[in-house]
């Protein structure tokens, strides 16, 4: 097998086997295969794109370039839930622990912030002390004695899916259907789950911003994963405005704090019980997603969901005195108000601004080793559809510094309409692949 | 500028700016940006294409990373033919010296042969002591003094090309027509030409082998050279056959002997004459092409460009009793002979094939570093559209080891065809743009 012609096949829509996969990522690994070819290989796949077959084969070489965790000692089903990401998505921080509550094992290994979109490591490392370097040994203790555990990816899972990962982000590959599937699937077998749910976020704040990409890609994980013997449930929600009302990492740990005590908010509550019944479905305690639901707003209104994430930041270093005292904490310096400029409906929202505004009020990097603020964000006090009067307050812009609230204003400025007409109620969850 | 930007940019095809196109160039060559960056940017092209203006701001930002040579010490108009390479392609060493004997100047640039199809320098070396290696002040001297000069590539002349293109022959990257065109046109308008003929081949044997492609590519070239203010003309010339009678490098230079001593060789010296009337018609001396081709014929048959020949071939340090000597010369070792399997037709005599076929007898590289046997080769004794008798000695082939001789012969079996019927006949000129 020749390097060059496995490039030209995929290059002319030819199909691999998996034997020129296989030979081709390995051998890449061993350094015989360069750099310029992965990407080359990485830009024809792009256009080419890849069969099931062929992402699954892509798949299984990433996968047994490193370990696969063992979690056969737990008796009990373990269930994970991955966002492909978006603007103000917190539901891992709320339904992870909920899950727990309710029996089912929560092994969860979760990325950080990427472009406009947020990452859970960083909003779980706002609460001082919380530690997601866990090594396996630590991860597979954790998760046996409460149920769930939540870390970052390590060195020893799909080294593969980490190097290849860091060409594409700088060759422009990264948003290909099938890479992105072979990377995500490739953590997460790795990772020991028996099932997974998979929100993918449809709209302008999602990574992918063509709706009907982001449908095959909902279909490529539920089948890719049922090739690897595990069960999956693909749920298609919006993401064309921001999830909650909160944007930022520590005010996205307030919402969720304020959501396990019983706080209801619209999108973001459904989201998130939609999501935890499909856990709480896969993981064999109800007879399907809508019981799943009902359970889940149970396990929150009785306080043993709040009570589990109190055990699990507690496990993992972090300082549960903190989230106890969350409404008395002080906000960042700098408060700026986003308000009407004229009366109507807010006829957009939209979530990529929105993630960008973040950006610039320091919630995310603009480069890899740029320092996050974790206090700084946006509270959104309005949302799509709702009737503003002039000088209705939009939003709070919070940031240790007045000129990036300025930056972050004009951003949203951009992202928000009023007009006069009422706009057509999105669906928030615009289909679920079981 | 970022070079992610440009490569998305690109990927998503979208027209790059001259700005964009130099950022990238120059700073590939600076190493600020990678080889892994450059070939996910070839791969995009590849996909994309460039329009006239991109192609044209990557090749003057492909001239501008070496010299240019300034010919206008020398008082007439400088006229180079490239082609885009074939099989029995042994033209340039004909009109180059034809050209040059009716008063043009020939500054010849030209290459090694490159997969199936053979070189012009490997050609020339095939005279013992011939020099193709001349400096640029040589090569200027010998143009001056003769009209004429035959070198390779010097590292001087756009290094920016020498650097892509061996990236591109090892990531799948070569086949794009404004990948070629920049490649070709660096080169050509590096060495100084003021006017340039380019013989695009169409057929199996081509670089190109999808027709349509070679025509856009024939005015491209053109285009291209007419915006950097050279005169131009594209001529398609077939290439399902091979040119002429013999393949391999002594073996076409003996042909190339015999057709400057008057010899008549139907295809061969048809295409020969249109290139060099093509020549002559920019070098300004006919009114029109047609004219051109009467003179090249005038030219050979007073024996003024078997002359030049003998000239250049002792200006360069080639041996010049050898070529003299050249009808008593042995042949390899080793002669089979490939003869009609039936009676009929030959209605296929894929160029292709043969060219591989030459390849497997030692005339040209299967790597980089592969020794040429430059006496080996095939003589064609029937081509397209001969009526043969069974048993009728179809070629001859020649090698320094029998079984090279049994390997090519597997080739040729395969690239032959023979049937009842006579086959349509080809146009051999198949059209010229002006």
Not at 187 to 213: H, M, Q, R, T
Not at 315 to 320: D, L, M, T
Not at 327 to 355: N, Y
């Amino acid at each position: 097998m020749n390097p060059v012609e496995i490039i030209r096949a995929k290059r002319d829509g030819g199909k691999l086997s998996s034997e020129q996969i296989k030979f081709f990522i390995d051998n890449y690994l061993e350094g015989e295969i360069t750099d310029y070819q992965m990407s080359a290989f990485l830009m024809a796949v792009f256009f080419r794109g890849m069969n099931d077959d062929e992402t699954f084969a892509l798949t299984e070489t990433m996968i047994k370039s490193g370990k696969v965790v063992d979690l056969s000692f737990i008796n009990g089903i373990k269930v994970d839930k991955h966002s492909t990401g978006g603007v103000g998505d917190k539901t891992s921080l709320i339904l992870a622990p909920l899950a727990a509550a309710c029996g089912i094992y929560v092994p969860m290994i979760s990325g950080r912030g990427l472009g406009h979109t947020g990452g859970t490591l960083d909003k779980l490392e706002s609460i001082p002390g919380f530690n997601v370097n866990l090594s396996i040994e630590d991860y597979k203790r954790v998760l046996a004695k409460l149920g769930v555990v939540m870390i970052g990816q390590t060195a020893e899972l799909a080294p593969a899916d980490k190097r290849i990962y860091a060409l594409r982000d700088v060759t422009a590959t990264v948003n290909n259907i099938s890479l992105i599937t072979a990377s995500i699937m490739s953590k997460k077998i790795a990772e020991g789950a028996d099932a997974i749910v998979f929100d993918v976020k449809i709209g302008s704040g999602a990574n992918l911003p063509d709706e009907e990409e982001s449908k095959i890609l909902a279909k490529k994980l539920v089948s890719v994963s049922r090739k690897f013997g595990k069960k999956a449930i693909a749920v298609l929600t919006d993401m064309s405005q921001p999830l909650g009302n909160n944007i930022g990492n520590w005010l996205e740990v307030e919402e969720c704090l304020e959501l396990l005590n019983g706080v209801k908010v619209d999108d973001l509550s459904k989201v998130n019980n939609v999501l935890a019944g499909a856990m709480i479905y896969l993981g064999g305690k109800v007879k399907d997603i809508s019981e799943g639901e009902k359970i889940a707003q149970e396990i929150i209104d009785s306080g043993k969901a709040f009570g589990k994430f109190l055990e699990l930041v507690k496990e993992q270093g972090g300082y549960v005195e903190y989230l106890n005292a969350y409404k008395k904490l002080k906000r960042p310096e700098f408060k700026s108000e986003f308000r009407a400029l004229s009366g109507g409906f807010i006829t957009k929202m939209e979530a990529h601004g929105f993630g960008m505004a973040a950006i610039d009020l320091g919630c995310g990097r603009k480069k890899a080793d740029d320092k996050i603020n974790f206090l700084s964000g946006i509270v959104l006090k309005k949302k799509y559809g709702d009737k503003v009067l002039k000088d209705d307050l939009i939003c709070e812009i919070w940031s240790d510094d007045i000129a990036k609230n300025e930056a972050g204003k004009i951003r949203i400025n951009d992202a928000v309409k009023i007009e006069p007409e009422a706009p057509p109620k999105k669906e928030l969850i615009i289909d679920i692949l079981e």
